[in-house]
């Protein structure tokens, strides 16, 4: 498919018409209502045989469909880097995704998906429609965050957030101590996932390990990488020193 | 019926001894109910053996203190009555386990709740004490296990923690009696106000608490606002208080839940967790100090990364094993079993009873009640006390070593992707494990599973395919000169074990159970404690298998004089005989449904008099193995499950036993093999 170079307002109007068909029940919260009917930019999709249909109730075509499908990919994924990674929270993430998905161009969002270890729901618990990146599981190396069943035995990090909707496995990892902040580091991936969080050791199956993600460095602390240039007893020191 | 059978059940789960509630021997003075709460593995069960000196199943594993045991210590003038619950890690309910600590504290408000947690763990135990104090509840916190603490190089400073928590605070180590005074102390002397807790609460629970604690008018046994937050997090319990308390109110309470669930994208308990954390973390991080390094790693922490490792935990668990089947088939059914049935009863106690009921009931109508074949002494104290209970007290000695050490959640994280073919979690270990001791009890357990589906797979697997120990001692004793027929059994049974589990998965409608488990760290069994667990098994199981056992023989007495014992036995001969059994042996299946252990005991009485071939044995083995659960068992399922699920079991096991034994007996006898 050709690199298609869409204006601002034809791409809020693919994204609004994916929304919409999305679900009713599952409120947008910064795109509340019907699609915005700007006729300049639905002229403009349906130059480019995106949408087709009456201007009153446009639909999307199938290439409008996989159009949209990417923008939305771009925003939640935005969304999902702004939270996670820059900490950027609530209502200015979504308004700040929103600018930012605009300027991800294709391939870039790629890069973001595998960096973020593939992330299947945005911050909102909304599906984030998966790339080719996400069928090749490709590039472990260099991520920030990775579901915890990614990650080999010994890998440590920080639990970013948990994925699951099911709200009764929710509510038991929670009260096992696996809260968005907790340090947890990987012992081992067989037969079980045995997991270290603070003090309590915990073993899960591979599926509740995919609905952990984790993020692999922290960044108020001295990454593992900063660390390797010192000499490994000054390394203890420094960490050593920095605990109260 | 069934209340008078389980009253020696409800006995034990209880730990209600009767001694105790019969004789007050002081004058009633300052009475004070002290319920234990806390998530499992943080020693509630130890703390309440030191206050009461009475019985608790103490264990490693979530899921033994089923029921709640109570007890009663005299502390100066104040008369406690302590309450030990089961595991709860938060006041929301999930499992059916915590349900039944939620109810204790709704259906009648302690004086005071102690709240007993590890100390290694306290900053994320802190949100359920927040949580009960949020409730309104009087509350005292018990920081236990400060030795293992210590060791991790962790310090938790009480008075701190009691000045920002504004409850009181005691530091424990219940396990070696340290701080254990100052426990009782506390809880004898002046109770303390309820401190005002404040959790800031996000958009939208803060402004739905509000909305729920204004519509909420009845008395609440805790207080509206920690009930609007129960309400929030959808659960059942708080919601049936609600309906019973004022059913009016029901719809506005859902309506405005519902409107709360929708203004947030996640579960609502997501937000409720992470503000009552952030509130913990504040009040812990003053009181908890990592002064000096932790120390170096031990022998039990190598040893423990040795039972969960993915090679060297597998053969490690085949080890255990054996070791049990050791105890109990070499050690209960050879040597045991052997001194207590053939020579104490048999040679040395039965002859001169037998001579003197003779004499003193001539008519053989009644001496044979006493001493007949199927006598009262005869034959149901006999099996009770020679082959039975030795037999299951050696299973309850090793379980209760397992259980202490806790090895037992380690075998669930080795065998969860296995159980996870037969529609189980690895946390489904524990019930299949104790039912190798004994099925009703196990069936009582499988409480701790967390669905419905599993629970029933779990159930059905108990009945069908897991002899209980009395049964496997029996089995092993009887077949451990045919090696080539214990191969065979061992396999056959497994075998339908593992089938018979692929396939409920598959016809069960329902999602397949997650596993999460948290695994305790290993620690040396104290001697104390396992000698208390199993003692109170074995009376557990002695009141509930000696009544049976004397019912039994009275029944088949009374069967045997109004001639429907003869009859039932005919109808079963054909059955037997089709799987190539003796006709004598219709008896043992008469008998497998009023216990499972006195069926086998009955084949091995049959077997030893050398009316059965090897084959034929195997296959009686095998067929009783799978053949219907005991009545007690049965009962139990009724109880659990309700009557259709029983009912189903039941008519499910039926064929399929008599099938596998048909098939088998094809087998062995069409090849020959020389068993």
Known sequence: MPDLELTEPAEEMLASLWSAKEGEDEAHPDRSGPPARDATA?????????????????????????????????????????????????????????????????????????????????????PIPPGPCCRARAGSAGRVTS???????????????????????????LAMGALPGAPILLRQRFPSFVVEVGHTQVALDEETARDIYVHLTAPTRVSPARRAWLPPGLGRLRRRGRRP | MAARLFRPLRTLLTGRRRGCDACPLSTPSTRRRVVLFGSPNVGKSVVFNHLTG??????????????????????????LDILDSPGAYSLATLSEDEQVSQALLFAEPPDLVLHVVDAKQLGRMLPLT??????????????????????????????????????????????????????????????????????????PIASAVAAISHRLRAAYPISPRALSLLLLQRDRGARDLVRKAEPEAVAEVDRLVAEAESRFPHPLSFPIAVARQQAADRIAAPAIMARHRPAPRSLADALARLTVHPIAGFPLLAAVLYLMYLAVGRLGAGVLVDFLDHRLFRQWLE????????????????????????????????????????????????????????????????????????????????????????????????????????????????????????QLGVILGLLSGHPLGLLIWAG????????????????????????????????????????????????????????????????????????????????????????????????????????????????FDIFSSGAMSGASLVVAMVTLTLFIPCLAQFLVMQKERGLRVALAVFAVILPVAFCVGLLLNLVLTGLRVPV
Not at chain 1, 160 to 170: G, K
Not at chain 2, 54 to 79: F, H, K, M, Q, W
Not at chain 2, 170 to 180: I, K, N
Not at chain 2, 190 to 196: F, G, K, R, S, V
Request: charged share 20%.
């Open chain 1, 42 to 126: 639905l002229a403009e999709l349906r130059h480019l045989g995106l949408a087709e249909g009456p201007p009153a109730a446009p639909v999307l075509t199938p290439a409008g469909e996989a159009e949209a499908a990417a923008i939305i990919r771009r925003e939640r994924l935005a969304e999902r880097l702004l939270t996670d990674v820059l900490d950027v929270r609530g209502n200015v993430a979504s308004a700040v995704a929103c600018r930012f998905e605009h300027l991800l161009r294709k391939g870039i969002d790629d890069r973001i998906c595998t960096l973020l270890g593939h992330p299947s729901r945005c911050p909102h618990g909304r």
């Open chain 1, 147 to 173: 579901p915890l069943a990614d990650l080999a035995p010994g890998q440590s990090g920080v639990i970013a957030y948990l994925q699951t909707q099911q709200p009764e496995l929710l509510q038991r990892l």
């Open chain 2, 54 to 79: 009475s019985y608790a199943v103490v264990s490693n594993y979530p899921g033994t203190t089923v029921e709640i045991a109570r007890g009663r210590a005299r502390l100066g003038d104040v008369d």
């Open chain 2, 130 to 203: 927040l949580q009960l104090i949020e409730a309104g509840l009087t509350v005292a916190l018990d920081v236990n296990i400060i030795d293992e603490a210590a060791r991790a190089g962790l310090t938790v400073d009480a008075d701190a923690l009691a000045e920002a928590l504004g409850v009181p605070v005691v530091t424990t180590a219940a396990a070696s009696g340290l701080g254990v005074d100052r426990l009782r102390a506390l809880l004898a002397g002046p109770l303390p106000p309820t401190p005002a807790v404040s959790i800031d609460y996000p958009e």
């Open chain 2, 351 to 470: 002859p001169p009873l037998i001579a003197f009921f003779q004499r003193l009931l001539p008519s053989t109508v009644w001496s044979s009640l006493f001493v007949g074949d199927y006598g009262l002494i005869t034959l149901a104290l006999r099996y009770s006390f020679a082959i039975i209970l030795p037999l299951v007290g050696i299973f309850f000695l090793s379980f209760a070593v397992l259980e202490d050490t806790g090895y037992l959640p380690r075998v669930a994280l080795l065998l969860d992707r296995l159980f996870k073919r037969i529609g189980l979690s690895g946390r489904a270990v524990i019930p299949v494990v104790l039912g190798l001791g004994c099925d009703t009890m196990a069936t009582l357990v499988t409480r701790v599973l967390a669905t419905r589906r599993e629970r029933i797979i779990a159930t059905f697997l108990l009945a069908l395919a897991i002899p209980c120990s009395a």
């Open chain 2, 492 to 603: 056959v049974v497994s075998a339908t074990f593992l089938a018979a589990g692929f396939l409920a998965a598959r016809i069960l409608p329902g999602e397949a159970p997650r596993f999460y488990l948290e695994i305790p760290p290993l620690r040396l069994p104290s001697l104390r404690n396992v000698c208390t667990k199993t003692l109170a098994r074995l009376k557990w199981y002695a009141a509930e298998v000696v009544p049976f056992f004397l019912l039994a023989s009275l029944l088949v007495w009374l069967a045997e004089l109004s001639r429907i014992f003869p009859l039932l036995l005919a109808a079963l001969k054909p059955m037997v005989r089709l799987i190539g059994l003796p006709a004598d042996a219709a008896d043992a299946f008469l008998f497998g449904f009023l216990r499972r252990d006195y069926g086998a005991a009955r084949l």
